[in-house]
């Protein structure tokens, strides 16, 4: 039976699932606790609605706080709907949906309400890599709350909702006037912890996206579509600069979906299609890399890997940031992305569009670092660093026609693309206006890839 109230809870699922599909689980349920007179409020479906519905006819499981019910907050039973949602989205291969609105932990509960705030997080992080998990926040996502979009895949949020552990007025020397610390603007672009910003109509078609482009599960072929796109289509404006606009030109329909975009700008992540197949993107805005970008990118490479989505990077780097702040969290970073790429098993390609210079490179995924095929533009260069960064090093106190000279012998000699493809570390010079095709085409050859890493628990970086 669907609920029939205009609750936002509802309206929101409404909203987000396609017309008359959604059936609800657990209508009747309400709080079972009756300490401090809790059985004398009415809370109907414990403040949490719950059920299964289609998203452009894919089945999705989602569940909906509801901030008229004690401000959403989360009891026993109300935790029990969504513990029982998992459970058949697990068994099912089905996606789960949480829409968050919620004034936190029940008070009235204490140790039942934190034993089921437990039982969530335990089965969100059973579930992980296992089944498509999204959480979009409209309200209130406070305190221990706060970990339930982080245990997920992809974290929306609405341009007026709160994210946080601490508020902001409960931080030692702040105040939410100076700083929103809880803000989607905060959150999207300095925490890194939000893939989408927007107003209600944008997050759920931000999320219908997703669910059609990314698979339902880690076994899941489905989201392989007839692509209408011409598969030898040449990209006659493409040019190196900005990875971003190179992912656009080659993609299926020019179609690329970004995430985190307001987060470590010097990288851009997201899911092109070509010839129908969902690809997973990386690529440098930026000629330098930052611990920001390093670790979005460490983080989708592992997403992808989950989900065995293949991966695609456009290298375009000559080093790291060079700043104090950075240097605080930099090579762990570094470390992070680097060993993302080496441990994913899914097929990865590189195309080296312009510059691909020192241990930056290395850590894009290159040929030594497992890169199954590495396509280079005929103008890029490869090699430990500009030339005439190198010349100087190797020729101090040279004057300037000397420099000159060597520099343009340091390039034909160490930087040129051709040298790099003599030693195998690239596999094709490719023409740019013809990158489509040959991106398209080591897919298809790697399409079966299968192969075996060390058996171990699990790494530790």
Known sequence: MENKSKGKAVERIYALLDERSFVEIGQAVTA??????????????????????????????????????????????????????????????????????????????????????????????????????????????????SVFPTLTDFTLMEENGQLFVNAPNAIEGNRKEVLNSASAVFQSKEAGTVDFVGNETEVFEEIRKLTQIFPSNYKDQSKVIDCVDDLNRLCENISAGNGKEILIQIADQNEFLELKKDYGNDMAIGFIRLDGETIGCITNKEERISAQGAKKAASFVKLCDAFGIGILTVTDTVGFVAEIEQEKELSQAIGAMTGAFVQATVPKVNVISKKAFGSAYVSMNSKSIGADFVYAWSDAKIGMMEADMAVKIMYPGANADVLKEKAKEYEELQSDVYTAARRGYVDTVIDPAETRKYVIGAFEMLYTKREMQIPKKHSVF
Do not use: W
Not at 34 to 55: A, M, R
């Open 32 to 145: 079972r606790s009756t300490d401090f007179q809790l059985d004398k409020v009415e809370t109907p479906s414990d403040g949490v609605v719950t059920g299964y519905g289609l998203i452009n006819g894919c089945p999705v499981y989602v569940y909906s706080q509801d901030v008229q019910v004690l401000g959403g907050s989360i009891g026993e039973m109300h935790a029990r709907k969504i513990v029982n949602l998992y459970d058949l989205a697990i068994k099912t291969g089905v996606p789960v949906i949480g829409m968050i609105d919620c004034a936190g932990i029940r008070l009235q509960e204490s140790t039942d309400a934190l034993h089921a705030f437990g039982m969530i997080y335990k089965k969100q992080a059973e579930a992980s890599g296992v089944i498509l998990q999204i959480s979009a926040i409209f309200g209130n996502c406070g305190g221990g709350l």
